[in-house]
Each structure stands twice: as C-alpha cells, then as structure tokens.
C-alpha cells in the first residue's frame, strides 16, 4: 500500500520539483534612485546570470524549485551577496549603495551631461582615486602612466617638463578641462596637471578622439576631464602624504566645512619638496629637476531653492623648478658660467557654474585664469603672462525621443611675451595677442529604440585672427538588451591655432635656434573612432572587453624640424598631411578570491606625407601597453598592487649622422609594487618600490645631453654655412642639446606614505 502511495505522490510532485520558473526584478542605484545599468546577476551554484538593462530590469528564466546564492556586483557599487529560494516565478527588486572608494560610473565629458557611461554615445575612460592610489604619485600628470593610450612625454631633459600625448598625439593636441572648464591650455599645459591635490578629485574622465565640436580648440586628439568633489559629499577631513628614497615629499590635505545650512565648503592643499641634487649618470647635471610647489584649492557649493545648481572654485598655485648643471646657484641665474633652467610660476583659476531659475535648463558656466611664467633657459629670458577669461551659456531640453543642449561659449585669450611670438613685424616693439573667440554648437541626442542612441552635433566659432571655423560630429551607439555588446561609431572635426612658445618648451632650451618659416595656419583634423565593448560571466568572476580603432587625418599640421639643420628647430605647415592610426584593447577581471586585473594594450602608427614622401613622425611610439594587478588578503586586510607600463620603439632627435646616440628608443617598462594596510577609521598605510627593473634611459647611450661639458657652445667650432666643425674636444660635431629625451632618468625607489579619510 504505501508503495502505491509513494508512486502516486511522485505522480504530483515531481513536475512542481522540475518546474521552470523565472526570477526577476529591478535595480537601483540607492544615492541617485535611478536604474542601474550593467550590472551583472548571478546564482552562484547554477553558474548563471545576466546584465541589468537600461532600465535596470533583469531575468534568470529556467530556474528550478531550490534555493541560491544571488551575487550582484557592478563596478564602483558594493556587492550585495544573498541566499534566495525560489518557489515559483520570483520578483525581487535590489538598491546597489556606492563603493565610496571606487566611483561612480556617471559620466559627463563625452556629452557635456550626466549620463551613464554604459548608456553613452562617446566612449570615455574613466580614471578613480582608487586606481590612482595603487601607484602613487605626486600629480596627476605622472599618475597617467598606466592609463592604456596615455602617456606623458618628457620634453626636457634639464627642465624635466612635459605634456600628455594621447594615442600618440603631442600633447597639445589633448585639451585639460578641470571641472568641464577649458582653463588648462597653452601656457599653462605644461604645469596645469602639477598640484592638482588628489585628495579633491572624484575622477579623471578621457576621452580619445576629436572633441572640438562640445569644446572648441585644442581637442583635436582627445581631453581629459579633471572633475573634483562635491563639497555636499566629500569625507570631513582627508590626509595623503609619502615620501621617496630619492627625498621627494607629497602632502595633499582636504578639509569641508558648512558656514551656514546651505552653503558647503571643501578647501585643500597640495605640497610638493624634492630639494636632493641628483647625478647618477655623472654627466654633471641634475637627473631630476628640484621643485618647490604649492597648490591651495577652494571649492563652494550653495544649496538653492528647487535643487538649482550652483558652485565657484579657486585655485592658487605657485612653483619654483630648476636643473642644471650640479654648482649652479641662484646668483648664476641668466649668465653665461654655468647653465641652469630655472622657472617661476604663478598661477592663478578661478571657475563656477550658476543654475539659471528657467525651468532648471539653463546653466550658465564661467572660468578665468591667469598665469605668469619668470624664466630662463640658460642666457635666454622667457617672460609671459597669459590670461583666458571664458563663458558659456549652456540649454538642455529633453523631448520626445530627442535631448537636445545648446551652447553659447564665449573665449577670450590674452598673451604677451618677450619671444619672437609677440613681436611686431620689425621686431622693434611687443604686439600682444588679444583673441576674440565667440561661437554656437547644437547637439542632438536621438534615442532610435530602448537600447540605440543617435549623436549629431556642429560647432560654429569665429576666430577673431583666423576667421571662421565649423566643426561637425556624429556618434552611434548600438546595444543589445542586456547591454552584453555595446558598439560605439565616432566621427568629428578638429580644429587648433598654434602658439609654439607656449606648447614647445624645445623652442626654449639648449643652443638650437627657433625658426617660423612662413605664417602658420591653423591645423585641421577629421576623425573616427570605433570602439566595442562586451562583458563575459564565468562562475567565478567576470571579464569586460572594451576594444577600439582610430584613424585621424590632419592637414595643416605643424610639427617641428630637428633635422634640417641640427642647429635650429624649424616650424612650418606640413607641406601634404599627416595620419595617426591605431587600434587598443584594454581588459578588465574580476574575481571572486579578490584578484582584479586590467590590463590594456595600443599599437599606432603615427605618419607624415610631406612632398610624397612617408615617415614616422619624431617621439611617437609603436606600441604601449599598461596594466594594473590587484589581490586583497582580506584576513590581513592588506592590499598588493603591481602596476606597471612598457612603450615601444620611437624616433629620437638626434644631432645628425655623426651623433653616435641611438636614433631610435629601445622598448622599456616601469613597473612598480605596492603593499597596502587598512585600520579602523579609515586609516591607511602603504609602502613599496617604484621602477622595479630601474630602468633609465642613460644607461643605454654614450650620453643623454649633447656637449653637457659646454652647455654655451664656448668651444664649439662653427662654419660660415652654421654647420660644426667637427675638432678634438668635439669628435661628432655636436652643439649642446636636452631635447634627446624620451623617459624620466628617475631609477628605482622606495616610498612610504600614510592617509586617511574621515567621513
């Protein structure tokens, strides 16, 4: 009988057991109450999942009766690890809560609007504080060593300036936005990602690829968003300060306050010391120039009725540089005796933004620098003041399937200098720049269906010396409905007036002269770009693969000649065109033992066509690669950091065939460790050794500056043409010259640092 029984309850049993059903549901994110997007579900013992859609709705369909381990994780959100039992089709709903020490994927730069950066038409990279904090460094500029595509360049070998090239673009190709405001530029690159406290920054946005139609000159090749904290939401207090075997200190301090209930105040410093003289090549020069620098940075935020916007941001900064040969003193500073660079710089930023009280769509936005730059390059004075005051009116309005943003910006540019830059036409009197730059640009967001997104913008700007300029753009976004595969398709204009005292420190160091042959035009650019993105679940983790290709055709560009003659640099329009393509890949794992990796990878070739003749333009690489390796032993609470860049072969300047320095860079890397310990409160110590294999440029060459021992060509031998006569003391017929540089001479060491963040 109880066989009978047994068979019969099987009879009904069995098909609820071995049901299909469905889970369910919709994710937020807590601070924002707004979908959260890509983020990735999974049941752990079935090793299934999915990816939140546009609207942060998500389905695990097939499931039989049980119970589970759901995981939900998402870049810069805490993951949420939960039991669930599923009886029949199941609907659960999730708020994700921020990682306060990742970031928030929101991004602003490639549209000029919030956006999340998996619903974006532009691809952009996104920088955090936590990924700056695995291999720290004293400013933002050396931090971008390992973002893929990214490199900063040293130009200067005695000054030790320099500039950040993207997808092997010079420098000023990139354009520096802090806070969406284009007051990092021209006089100022060079030093505008110096003192930038770390401790204020909230993220580091990239975009690659032209950029002018939202932002005007200047991004040609790409820009780079600094984008600082909202005094509302940073820790009361936050501390970073470490320092180096090579005697180099960093100090970054933040503090916010509330004056009054609706006004919220963050105010922070930067201090950067390296006073140790440094010589490992005997050459009797400093490897690393000593620097003295101050940042103070004050930010407001004013809480308005009807949650209008509206914030004002002041910078001060101040720094004192110099190398040189190792017996230079102040007192030697212009002379003839003993050669050193010496630069003052004053700098002061002023920026903000005001919500306008129509309807919470008109925002207007508003900055002003001004920069004073006191040097010499050996006996040559370089003296200049630049001043930019820049203003835009900015209308966004949502409608229907279309997002629309209109702009006004308004630019104008003061510079005066005692170089050849402002001189009048018979080089008898100064003639600064003073230049107009007033213009429109229309976006238009189309929204084609729930998961494909059509870009179209133009750009109209009249240059008060150069006339009219037109810069269009257009962008497709298409992905599936779990935002699995997202393809990107970009293409844009580029537009940018050159001022080469103000980019090129080359055309102020050493013994070559500055030559500007005919007037310079500007330089003209069309781009593309496309980029894929897809993300892939495994059972014990995830990997997303984000893969691009670019191409960038230029006329008019401007590049200069260190060939012709090797005792001048000349700067003339390219007569034909030049191209910089490329294709990257970057990697992103995660694993649930607490092993990250990202891992990327670009190769480029970056080409002129003058007079139909092809070659590689000078100091842009083959190939780069970066990566970044993470693992947490959480019952140590310590973090291990192995960060770490390689670079390819480029092309040097050299002084000419007799010049037995290589003409090409070999193939190098820096790689660097950090060991990392969390305590209560928020406290944190970390340590560890940067350029592992030190690695210096030196060491490969017979010397890195030419004619080091006679810096003012006093012994140097000349013909009535102005080439060198080769002599005794000077066998290869060389002139002194620091632009033979192509890494930082800066070997291995060790640093120790400290910080802390109180909420």
Known sequence: MT???????????????????????????????????????????????????????????????????????????????????????EKLDFELETNHESLDEVVVTGTMKEISKMASPVSVDIISPKF????????????????????????????????????????????????????????????????????????????KGAASTLYGSEALGGLINIITKNAKKAPILSFDTFATSWGEVNTDLAIKFKPTPKINVLSGVNYFHFNTLKDYNKDNFTDLTLQK????????????????????????????????????KPV?????????????????????????????????????????????????????????AFGQLVWNKPAAKHDILVGLPYRYTFYDDNS?????????????????????FVQDEIKLNTNNVLLMGVRYDYNSVHGNIFTP??????????????????????????????????????????????????????????????????????????????????????????????????????????ISKGASLNLDFAFDNGLKILAGATIMDVTKYENKVRSRQLLTERLSGTWAVSYEI????????????????????????????????????????????????????????KNLLNFNPAKSVPFIIARSNDPFDKNVNFATNGSVIASANNPFALTFDPTYVYASQQGIRGFLGFRVALK
């Open 293 to 328: 620098r101050i940042s103070v940075f004050n930010k407001i935020s004013f809480d308005r009725a009807k949650n209008r916007e509206a914030s004002i941001a002041l910078r001060l900064f101040y720094e004192d540089r110099f190398g040189g040969e190792l017996n230079w």
């Open 420 to 440: 050849p830059a402002t001189a009048s036409s018979d080089n008898k009197s100064n003639k600064p720049d003073n230049i107009h730059l007033p213009g429109i």
């Open 473 to 578: 753009r257009f962008a497709l976004k298409l992905a599936d409905d779990n935002n699995l595969n997202i393809v990107r398709f970009n293409i844009g204009r580029g537009y940018r007036v050159v001022n080469l005292f103000t980019e090129d420190h080359a055309a102020l160091t050493g013994a070559r002269k500055v030559v500007v042959s005919g007037n310079l035009k500007p330089e003209q650019s069309w781009n593309g770009n496309f980029n894929l993105v897809k993300k892939i679940i495994f059972n014990n983790g995830f990997v997303g693969i984000d893969a691009s290709t670019f191409y960038t055709y230029f006329s008019n560009q401007i590049l200069p000649d260190y060939k012709t003659n090797i005792n001048e640099i000349i700067y003339k329009n390219l007569n034909g065109y030049a």
């Open 132 to 207: 700056l904090f695995k291999n720290p460094t004293p400013s933002i500029f050396d931090a971008l060593q390992n973002v893929n595509g990214v490199r900063p360049q040293i130009n200067c070998n005695v000054c030790s300036t320099g500039d950040i090239h993207i997808n092997g673009l010079e420098g000023p190709y990139t354009m520096v936005l802090i806070d969406g405001m284009p007051i990092v530029s021209s006089l100022s690159t060079v030093y505008g990602l110096s003192g930038i406290p770390v401790s204020l920054i909230e993220r580091v946005e990239v975009v």
């Open 332 to 388: 030697n500073r212009g002379g003839d005796d003993i050669y050193g660079e010496s630069i003052y710089t004053k700098r002061l930023e002023l920026l903000g933004n005001y919500q306008l009280p129509i309807n919470n769509k008109i925002t207007l936005q508003y900055s002003y620098t001004n920069h004073n730059q006191n040097s010499y390059y050996g006996t040559t004075s370089y003296k200049a003041n630049q001043q930019i």
């Open 3 to 89: 066989k009978y029984i047994y068979i019969i309850l099987s009879f009904f049993i069995a098909p609820i057991a071995n049901a299909q059903f469905a889970l369910n549901g919709k994710i937020t994110e807590k601070s924002l109450q707004e979908p959260a997007i890509g983020i990735s579900v999974y049941l752990k013992e079935l090793k299934k999942g999915t990816i939140t859609d546009n609207a942060g709705n998500f389905q695990i369909s097939n499931l039989a009766i049980g119970e589970y381990t759901l995981v939900i994780s998402g870049v810069s959100f805490k993951t949420i690890s939960r039991k669930i039992e599923i009886k029949g089709h």
């Open 634 to 689: 959480p019952k140590l609470k310590i973090n291990i950091d192995y960060t770490g860049n390689l670079t390819g072969p480029m092309l040097l300047p050299t002084l000419g065939e007799s010049d037995p320095r290589p003409s090409q860079s070999p193939t190098w890397s820096v790689q660097n460790i950090q060991l990392s310990r969390k305590f209560k409160n928020n406290i944190e110590i970390y340590g560890g050794i």
